[in-house]
């Protein structure tokens, strides 16, 4: 081992004494690189190898390969410019090269010696490279995808990347990811032959030898890619995303009609589809009052897009009632709102009514878990006025699903939740008078919580505190007096006068 070390030392003499000869490192600094060098190789020869060695050694000619550029643009050294690199970037080639054969499935370690030939732009290299990483992980579409817009990109040869995209789909006939990216490609195609001949045609120049398939210009051959994928992949998403792939090119129009055509005969009961379809509207054109200003105009013109929206989101929740549907119309009117608009009916919709028809709906179709989680969200995203609503019928729908010990639960969780109301307490209240085994305990707590909130306006609350005291078997009467004065204390103007009226008729037996 020791003599196979010595003479991989000597092969590279030459380079190293090169560069001191041209200044561009020190005699100290070339027995520092040989002394560092032998020990990176004692490394890589042993029995045992590990790959953290390799990569070391990797790291090391890397850096001294960036060192000597470094140090060459800094004095303007360009004599024989390859000629020092080269030996450094082949014996790099080589350390991956090992490498990779005995860590085959370390993708990293492929995409390492990819990122290294792009960098210096070996692109002789690279090919290789790619080729033998598709050999051994041929299962990787994301890999496919890379090797052939490296060819498109950079080497600029669409029958490559085609031929790439070709074979990858014979391993992955069901890749949807393969099948964006070859749709892509072979529209890119078509849109830079149709710059080039008309680059030509505008320099008035004979096109000779040139010629410019119809099928080509037109994104035929993408028409055929679009076919076949979606033979092979169902459902609007990916409808979808080769639609949006197609836009980007202005000579689609025809390709995108038949897209968007198909994704409606095809999946007219994916919520995808009708969530595009609503929000198509926002794209849509609109006729405004020519008397209106300017903004007036625009403000008329995106009021009249939502609306459209809202409409076409209202046929779809009804057509197809599901979770995903209504989360998409919900989804919707919530990103609008953001955008701070200005349809009063969208506002509306946006509130309690949408979120209402979804929990009821919900309740019937969804399991326990999602109905909750989606009453738990409501509480975050819709007005703080119309929480009050929703957490009253959160209460009673944790009643009626899980009894007294959920309701109570949900109510501990929201008793301190601002806003509040005073049916969310008499709710609560409701609840604990229904239970055979009621405590006036815990009565008190909910009338007290109430109080704290509502005390200074509703001078029935206190009287139905006050009878509760006098009725229930747990009750204290001798704790009326006090409620009573705390009643004086805290009503305020009319409102006191209507509570001693009605304590009086109380005390009498006429209330």
């Not at 380079?15 to 020190?26: I, N, S």
């Not at 964006?180 to 001949?197: G, N, T, W």
């Not at 969530?275 to 509207?281: G, I, L, N, S």
């Not at 409620?483 to 009605?502: D, Q």
């Given at each position: 081992?020791a003599?196979?070390?010595?003479q991989?030392?000597?092969?590279?003499?030459p380079?190293?004494?090169?560069?001191?000869?041209?200044?561009?490192?020190?005699r100290?600094?070339?027995k520092?690189?040989?002394?560092?060098?032998?020990?990176?190789?004692?490394?890589?020869?042993?029995?045992?190898?590990?790959k953290e060695?390799f990569?070391?050694y990797?790291?090391?000619?890397?850096?001294?390969?960036?060192?000597?550029?470094?140090?060459?643009s800094?004095i303007g050294?360009?004599?024989k410019k390859?000629?020092?690199?080269?030996?450094?970037?082949?014996?790099?080639?080589?350390?991956?090269?090992?490498?990779t054969?005995?860590?085959?499935?370390?993708v990293?370690?492929?995409?390492?010696?990819?990122?290294?030939?792009?960098?210096?732009?070996?692109?002789?290299?690279?090919?290789?490279?790619?080729?033998?990483?598709?050999?051994i992980h041929p299962?990787?579409?994301?890999?496919?995808?890379m090797?052939?817009k490296?060819?498109m990109?950079?080497?600029?040869?669409?029958?490559?990347a085609?031929?790439?995209?070709?074979?990858?789909?014979?391993?992955?006939?069901?890749s949807?990811?393969?099948y964006?990216?070859?749709?892509?490609?072979?529209?890119?195609?078509?849109?830079?032959?149709?710059?080039?001949?008309k680059?030509?045609?505008?320099?008035?120049?004979?096109?000779?030898?040139?010629s410019?398939?119809?099928?080509?210009?037109?994104?035929?051959?993408?028409?055929?890619?679009?076919?076949?994928?979606?033979?092979k992949?169902?459902?609007?998403?990916?409808?979808?995303?080769?639609?949006?792939?197609?836009?980007?090119?202005?000579?689609?129009q025809?390709?995108q009609?038949?897209?968007?055509?198909?994704?409606?005969?095809?999946?007219?009961?994916?919520p995808?589809?009708w969530?595009?379809?609503?929000?198509?509207?926002l794209?849509?054109?609109?006729?405004?009052?020519p008397?209106?200003s300017?903004?007036q105009?625009?403000?008329?013109?995106?009021t009249?897009?939502?609306?459209?929206?809202c409409?076409?989101?209202?046929?779809?929740?009804t057509?197809?009632?599901?979770?995903?549907?209504?989360?998409?119309?919900?989804?919707?009117?919530?990103?609008?709102?953001?955008?701070?608009?200005?349809?009063?009916?969208?506002?509306r919709?946006s509130?309690?009514p949408?979120?209402t028809l979804?929990?009821?709906?919900?309740?019937?179709?969804?399991?326990k878990?999602?109905?909750?989680?989606?009453?738990?969200?409501s509480?975050?995203?819709?007005?703080?006025?119309?929480?009050?609503?929703?957490?009253?019928k959160?209460l009673?729908?944790?009643?009626?699903d899980?009894?007294?010990k959920?309701?109570k639960?949900?109510?501990t969780?929201?008793?301190?939740?601002?806003p509040?109301?005073l049916?969310?307490?008499?709710?609560?209240?409701?609840?604990?008078?229904?239970?055979?085994?009621?405590?006036?305990?815990?009565?008190?707590?909910?009338?007290?919580?109430?109080?704290?909130?509502?005390?200074?306006?509703?001078?029935?609350?206190?009287?139905?505190?006050?009878?509760?005291?006098?009725?229930?078997?747990?009750?204290?009467?001798?704790?009326?007096?006090n409620?009573?004065?705390?009643?004086?204390?805290?009503?305020?103007?009319?409102?006191?006068?209507?509570?001693?009226?009605?304590?009086?008729l109380?005390?009498?037996?006429?209330?």
């Open positions: 081992m003599e196979r070390i010595e991989r030392i000597e092969a590279r003499l380079e190293l004494e090169q560069l001191e000869r041209v200044g561009l490192f020190t100290k600094e070339i520092a690189v040989i002394k560092k060098a032998s020990a990176l190789e004692y490394k890589i020869q042993r029995r045992a190898l590990h060695d990569i070391n990797i790291q090391y000619e890397i850096n001294l390969l960036e060192l000597i550029k470094k140090r060459r800094r050294y360009s004599f390859d000629e020092i690199e080269y030996s450094i970037v082949q014996r790099i080639h080589g350390l991956f090269k090992r490498a054969e005995k860590w085959k499935d370390d990293q370690l492929w995409l390492s010696h990819v990122a290294f030939c792009r960098k210096w732009n070996k692109k002789k290299q690279l090919s290789k490279v790619f080729s033998a990483m598709l050999a299962n990787k579409p994301a890999l496919w995808i090797a052939a490296w060819e990109e950079e080497r600029f040869s669409s029958e490559s085609r031929h790439l995209f070709l074979r990858a789909l014979r391993f992955h006939p069901e949807p990811k393969l964006q990216e070859y749709f892509r490609m072979e529209l890119m195609h078509a849109e830079k032959q149709r710059k080039e001949k680059e030509f045609e505008q320099a008035k120049m004979d096109l000779g030898e040139f410019y398939s119809e099928e080509v210009l037109n994104g035929e051959m993408a028409r055929i890619i679009y076919r076949n994928a979606v033979e992949i169902k459902g609007a998403e990916f409808y979808l995303s080769l639609l949006s792939i197609a836009k980007l090119f202005d000579f689609t025809d390709l009609k038949e897209i968007l055509e198909n994704l409606q005969a095809e999946n007219a009961d994916d995808f589809t969530d595009y379809m609503a929000r198509r509207e794209e849509m054109g609109s006729l405004p009052s008397e209106c300017s903004k105009m625009k403000a008329s013109e995106v009249q897009k939502e609306e459209r929206c409409a076409v989101f209202e046929e779809a929740v057509a197809l009632p599901t979770e995903a549907m209504w989360k998409c119309y919900v989804t919707f009117c919530l990103e609008r709102l953001k955008r701070k608009t200005n349809s009063e009916e969208l506002r919709k509130c309690l949408l979120w979804w929990v009821e709906w919900s309740e019937g179709a969804n399991s878990e999602d109905t909750q989680a989606l009453y738990q969200r509480l975050f995203v819709i007005d703080p006025a119309d929480s009050v609503t929703m957490k009253v959160y009673d729908w944790a009643y009626r899980g009894g007294y959920k309701a639960k949900v109510f969780s929201l008793h301190e939740s601002h509040l109301s049916e969310f307490f008499r709710k609560m209240i409701e609840i604990e008078k229904e239970q055979e085994s009621c405590k006036m305990l815990n009565l008190r707590e909910y009338y007290e919580r109430a109080l704290r909130e509502f005390g200074s306006t509703d001078s029935d609350l206190w009287l139905d505190y006050i009878k509760e005291e006098l009725s229930h078997p747990q009750g204290k009467p001798v704790n009326c007096g409620i009573h004065w705390r009643a004086l204390k805290m009503l305020e103007g009319e409102l006191v006068e209507k509570f001693v009226s009605k304590y009086t109380l005390q009498t037996g006429h209330l």
